[in-house]
């Protein structure tokens, strides 16, 4: 019995001196023989599988390099708020493990094997940005050369910081880094490399990406690799930068706005006498209000954006023309029923924006100079045929009193004349604002859409 054991001892330290024997060369190789014939014997590697917990480098003062590569194949979130991009990637490693490797002709042929990676020494390549933790299912498989390169895939979804910059928004571009380096091995044990081109990577990833979502890929770039000092980490950082489809922005926010404003502008034809104008304008001014309400959630709470500064003029134009109205309302009732006179000042500046002369514009309005629309206004030729004769005055008994009764009314009807002049460049000058507004902000959206 004592025998039988001191053999069998014998026998085991005899194996592991030789399987140390192997290990002391530049490569492990396998015995693979009987593999073509009765499948893999997962027995001829378990002196690999035993050193899963090392570096696989037959000398440690040599850093082991892993070639990297990712494709990205789905945008599924870009939080403006958070600052967080959501994307869905395949991150692909290459490296050489010398403890791995066999005769293709002595094992039938075989040149790739596929294994479980739990069983296999992995690098522990993560990305920097990420802000949440590494959900990578279990059981993937990894592909293993006969010459001992490993590669191995594994999808990720990655949620990762990005500095967002929405002012242009929905016509905003973004540009966030991907950082891939290691978590534990410095420079001294571990440096990366590039599997494909990054020109590769793009056209790959545009090839799978899922086009149907908000945002578009418009390139990858690998600005740098760094080093940081001798007890630093590899690292490989790429741009990804993505555009976003502003087609579902444009039809719900901008072209909504854009006929109410629109609207708006064309209410300057109604007559400013007319009871309708400031009813109609705010009315429009109510559900201008109620639009934005209901399309808040479709702007970016995070910070200005050029579009809000757009709605806010519009809602300023909207209410600085209700205000407008209500201010010619109540001038013309002013000057219907006791016009004041107009300062000096004003009516210099009357006279030099309505002179044909000037560049001022037209008013929108119908016959600049009928006044009889207006209650309380009657026409020159009705006053001065009221006037009585001369020597009808003399046998009343009011001499001269008729003459001044008819300079009277048409001082009032000349003042009367130049407020209602007044009224209608004011009118004039806020539509053309209206116009130029509206001018500026088709041409922005254009070149925004184009560049």
């Not at 702007?299 to 757009?310: K, N, W």
């Not at 000042?345 to 008013?363: D, G, K």
């Not at 009118?427 to 130029?436: C, G, I, K």
Request: glycine share 6%; with cysteine.
């Amino acid at each position: 019995m004592e025998q039988g054991w001191l053999h069998g001892e014998g026998f085991l330290l005899c194996l592991i001196l030789h399987l140390l024997l192997q290990g002391r060369g530049d490569t492990f190789t396998i015995n693979c023989s009987g593999f073509d014939q009765h499948g893999v014997d997962p027995a001829a590697f378990q002196a690999a599988f035993a050193r899963k917990a090392f570096r696989p480098a037959t000398n440690v003062s040599i850093p082991i390099r892993v070639n990297i590569s990712f494709t990205l194949s789905a945008i599924l979130e870009v939080d403006a708020q958070l600052q967080l991009m959501t994307s869905f990637l395949w991150l692909n490693m290459i490296w050489y493990n010398p403890f791995i490797t066999w005769n293709p002709e002595e094992c039938g042929g075989i040149r790739k094997l596929g294994m479980a990676t739990e069983n296999l020494w992995l690098p522990d390549i993560f990305i920097e940005e990420l802000m949440d933790t590494d959900q990578t299912p279990p059981g993937l498989m990894a592909y293993i050369n006969s010459n001992g390169h490993i590669k191995y895939s594994k999808p990720m979804r990655v949620t990762s910081i990005c500095n967002l910059d929405i002012f242009y928004f929905p016509f905003d571009e973004q540009n966030c880094t991907l950082t891939f380096s290691s978590f534990v091995y410095t420079v001294e044990k571990m440096v990366l490399g590039m599997e494909q081109d990054v020109q590769e990577i793009l056209e790959t990833s545009q090839n799978i990406i899922w086009n149907k979502g908000e945002w578009v890929l418009q390139g990858i770039h690998q600005m740098m690799k760094m080093t940081a000092g001798t007890n630093g980490y590899d690292q490989i950082v790429f741009y990804v930068a993505i555009r976003r489809r502003p087609t579902l922005y444009v039809i719900n926010l901008l072209v909504p706005s854009s006929f109410l404003v629109a609207i708006d502008a064309l209410s300057f034809y109604l007559p400013a006498e007319s009871e309708n104008r400031a009813s109609f304008k705010m009315t429009l001014l109510l559900g201008y209000n109620v639009f934005l309400l209901m399309m808040n959630d479709l702007l970016p709470s995070s910070s200005t954006s050029l579009i809000s500064v757009y709605f806010a003029l519009c809602l300023s134009l909207m209410v600085l023309s209700l205000l407008e109205t209500i201010f010619i309302t109540y001038l013309l009732h002013l000057a219907t029923t006791q016009p004041p006179p107009m300062p000096r000042w004003l009516h210099s500046l009357l006279l030099h924006c309505t002179s044909p002369r000037t560049c001022c514009p037209a008013v929108p309005w119908k016959g600049n100079m009928d006044l009889a629309h207006l209650p309380g206004v009657k026409e020159p030729m009705e006053l001065v045929g009221k006037v009585p004769h001369p020597r009808e005055t003399e046998l009343n008994g009011c001499p001269g009193s008729a003459r001044n009764q008819q300079e009277d009314k048409a001082q009032k009807l000349h003042l009367v004349h130049l407020w209602v002049r007044l009224s209608h460049m004011m009118d004039t000058l806020l539509f053309r604002l209206y116009l130029l507004f509206m001018a500026t902000s088709v041409v922005t959206v254009i070149i925004l859409w184009n560049t």
